[in-house]
């Protein structure tokens, strides 16, 4: 999803970034498990879309972000972190998404998106 990369670590290197023209938007460690965020990015395209289910919603929103201008970058650290425990601990959670997660990577599919993009 984004590209692998290194980010300004001092403030004389943030402004040589941006006199570079360039603006990121998300700091990725292993996709979103833990991230940065640029918080003009928000006001730029807005919140998380919360009428699509959980993986589409984020997917959506860094499909946004990457349509602003922004850059999303990989750091390529990597955390650990079991994602399928929160909708595995909850019955009620997982019927819902047994349900939702196909129709709308259906939906993705049909508008050419995808988890990789």
């Known amino acids: 999803m984004g590209t692998r990369g290194r980010i300004p670590q001092t403030d004389r290197e943030g402004a040589e970034y941006e006199a570079a023209g360039r603006k990121w938007g998300v700091v990725f460690t292993n996709y979103d498990a833990l991230l940065a965020m640029n918080t003009a990015v ?50 009620e959670i997982n019927f819902i998404n047994s349900i939702v997660h196909p129709l709308a990577t259906e939906y993705f599919k049909r508008n050419g998106r995808t988890a990789s993009q």
Not at 54 to 63: F, L, N
Not at 68 to 83: M, P, Q
């Open 42 to 91: 928000i006001d730029d395209v807005g919140l998380w879309d919360w009428a699509l289910i959980w993986y589409e919603s984020d997917i959506d929103w860094y499909y946004r972000v990457k349509l602003a201008g922004y850059e999303i970058i990989d750091t390529g650290i990597h955390v650990e972190h079991d994602y399928s425990m929160t909708i595995k601990s909850d019955p």
